[in-house]
């Protein structure tokens, strides 16, 4: 199964692709789409077209976005939102469903504790995925949710299994 996870961003908004073969996570790429033009409707136009080639160039079978979380900023929350919008809808119109999952619930299914910082998180990424590049923070970020989309993805699978085997 190939799993997409995004970290949605109105200027930077990053990218992680892995695949999974039971419990083996593989590094498949990742990057950070930096978002163009003046006003916010080019903004968000930006991001839909790049994301989009994204999920072309990549085909993935799912995909899991960050929970956006409330600030003192209002008005940067809602621009947030907006970019979390084109987050989900691009791989909802490819047809793929889409999780959402918390970031202290990334940060804990990653690292261990769900206060971790960048450079945690960047480091648990690197070792779960040896030989991954990283294209920056946002894209490590992203395929710290996609780990996090996968752990579900598989713990779900285990449950199904086994109320299956109960029945």
């Known amino acids: ?17 892995i ?10 790429a990742n990057g950070i789409i930096h978002s163009a033009g003046d006003d916010l409707g080019q903004r968000l136009l930006s991001l839909h077209v790049a994301l989009t080639r994204v999920v072309a160039d ?18 940067g929350t809602l621009k947030l939102g907006q970019a979390r919008g ?15 999952y918390a970031p202290n ?20 990424v690197r070792y779960q995925l040896p030989g991954a590049e990283l294209a920056g923070p946002d894209a490590a970020d992203a395929l710290a949710i996609a780990i996090c989309h996968a752990h579900h993805l598989q713990s779900a699978g285990r449950l199904a299994a086994a109320l299956r085997g109960a029945a």
């Open 19 to 28: 695949d999974v073969a039971g419990s083996r996570l593989v590094h498949v």
């Open 86 to 100: 084109i987050a989900m809808l691009v791989p909802a119109q490819a047809g793929i469903a889409v999780g959402e």
């Open 58 to 75: 990549h085909a993935p079978d799912a995909a899991a976005v960050e929970q956006t979380f409330v600030n003192k900023d209002g008005a």
């Open 1 to 17: 199964m190939r799993v997409l996870g995004i970290d949605p961003g109105l200027r930077n908004l990053g990218w992680g692709v």
């Open 105 to 124: 619930a990334v940060k804990k299914a990653v690292v261990g504790v769900g206060h971790a910082d960048k450079g945690q998180i960047a480091h648990m």
